[in-house]
């Protein structure tokens, strides 16, 4: 009687242990709750209006931004599983950030240039590097920038620009809006910028753009060398945002 009840005991344990084993089982959840999400860092310098900037209380605003959550929404909605952060930089820090592996996105009007060893996107919007001079300036062309003194941001092609310009005197700086306020005070007689950004300071008053264009460009997401399996999923986002009516109503937002 005693092996009996014994025995019944064991199975019983038995039985008990594997419908617990079963019942916990992340095979009978769905993969969105069992999957761990991704954590993608995104590098962004928002002094660059209309590309990216900050609210009055500090966050952060611009095309750039609200495309960034676009994407992200996007790809979270067609089998991804991403957990996104922006994180603040100037602008020259962002792409040996990305190289270190301390941010894995950057998404800040970047443009491109062979030299930055970086992976790019398929391009979001068309650009180029203009000057802008002060409103009474006398100069008109981008050939009255011969022999200038000529600011621009530090790590940019707006800053390459400018170094090829003959007899050219180059002060490169981080923070674009800094910049464009010693242009204003005299102390460059032109900046070179992104042609919606300059835009965006004439608007604002007391500038001009000089005729002709330095550069043609267009605007990139970046990432990695190697981090093919990200920027495939980032394509994929933006290519579904280009097509969307999402990119109309935030180019007229901003201005592009």
Request: hydrophobic share 40%; charged share 25%; aromatic share 8%.
């Amino acid at each position: 009687m005693f092996k009996k009840n014994t025995i019944k005991a064991g199975l019983a344990a038995v039985m008990a242990l594997s419908l617990a084993a079963c019942g916990g089982s992340s095979a009978d959840k769905p993969a969105s709750d069992t999957a761990e999400k991704q954590k993608i860092i995104i590098g962004i310098s928002p002094d660059y209006p209309p590309y990216d900037d900050l609210n009055a209380d500090g966050s952060i605003t611009g095309f750039d931004y609200e495309m960034g959550e676009w994407l992200f929404n996007w790809m979270n909605e067609n089998g991804y599983n991403y957990d996104h952060e922006w994180k603040q930089m100037s602008f020259d820090t962002i792409i040996s950030a990305i190289q270190a592996d301390q941010v894995d996105l950057g998404i800040s009007g970047f443009t491109y240039d062979e030299k930055r060893k970086v992976l790019f996107s398929e391009p979001y919007h068309e650009s180029a590097e203009v000057a802008v001079v002060n409103e009474d300036s006398e100069m008109t062309t981008v050939e009255d920038l011969k022999g200038k003194t000529i600011g621009a941001q530090l790590g940019t092609t707006g800053e390459s620009c400018a170094n090829e310009i003959e007899g050219a005197d180059v002060k490169a700086i981080q923070d674009m809006s800094i910049c464009l306020e010693s242009l204003k005070g005299g102390a460059y007689d032109a900046v070179i910028l992104d042609l919606p950004v300059a835009e965006n300071w004439v608007n604002s008053g007391g500038f001009k753009i000089l005729e002709g264009k330095l550069l043609d460009e267009q605007n990139y997401v970046i990432a990695k060398e190697g981090n093919d399996e990200l920027m495939n999923a980032v394509n994929e986002a933006i290519k579904a945002f280009l097509e969307s009516d999402d990119c109309k109503a935030l180019k007229e937002k901003y201005g592009l």
